[in-house]
């Protein structure tokens, strides 16, 4: 199976300063015929999880432009901007390249 | 807006069934895989299960092969996860969604005697 690492696991952030959240992945997720199949989702407490970032880059609609996803091969980060308090939760990277799907660990974004 | 409601969920003994129903609106739902998800208490996402399309092919996660069988009924709008063999370890919420896009609330599956 794909090994989804996330790091760091704990994020301590401050009101409008950027946070980054990486996920590296045990083989490569990029295929032959040109895709990459990373997400990442957010979780609020108490919540379902949201899709936030789809194909590695490509918000979700309704995301906010703060929200933004890069990478390729075994190497994702997902960025925001200015954090805000409704950002507060567990974010996961999510591979679908192959099968099973697999889920990083989540990391807790906190305030 | 798509709104997607599991249910079935409950508390059952190890060893036993439950069946699992994610009842789907306002979607073209036979256009879509769809999938389910689930969460143990306080832990992270893992990946159950998913059926395309047409219902033609499925894929389980190695922990539920031979227990667990995902199904679809497409003229109901309706995906169902079928449990067999329940084990400690299978409790959790269980998440349907619409691939990976729209979410319902889950519905939790508790093994215990």
Redesign the interface.
């Known amino acids: 199976d794909v090994v989804m690492t996330q790091s760091p696991l704990s994020l301590p952030v401050t009101l409008g300063q950027p946070a980054s959240i990486s996920c590296r992945s045990s083989q490569s997720l990029g295929l032959g015929n040109g895709n990459t199949w990373l997400n990442w989702f957010q979780q609020r407490p108490g919540q379902s999880p949201r899709l936030l970032i789809d194909h590695v880059s490509n918000r979700d609609s309704g995301v906010p432009d703060r929200f933004s996803g890069s990478g390729s091969d075994t190497d994702f980060t997902l960025k925001i901007s200015r954090v805000e308090a409704e950002d507060v939760g567990v974010y996961y990277c999510m591979q679908y390249s192959y099968w099973p799907h697999t889920f990083g660990q989540g990391t807790r974004l906190e305030i | 807006e798509v709104q997607v409601v599991e249910s079935g969920g409950g508390l059952v003994q190890p060893g036993g069934s439950l069946k699992l129903s994610c009842a789907i609106s306002e979607f073209t739902f036979s256009n879509y895989w769809m999938?389910w998800?689930r969460q143990p208490p306080g832990k992270?996402?893992?990946?159950v299960a998913?059926i395309n399309p047409d219902g033609s092919a499925r894929?389980h996660?190695?922990s539920v092969e031979g227990r667990f069988t995902v199904s679809r009924d497409n003229a109901k709008n309706l995906l169902f996860l079928q449990m067999n063999s329940l084990r400690g370890d299978d409790t959790a919420v269980y998440?349907c969604?619409t691939g990976?896009?729209v979410?319902?609330?889950?519905t939790l599956v508790a093994v215990s005697s």
């Open positions: 999938n998800v992270g996402l893992e990946w998913n894929r996660v190695d998440y969604t990976f896009a979410w319902g609330r889950g």
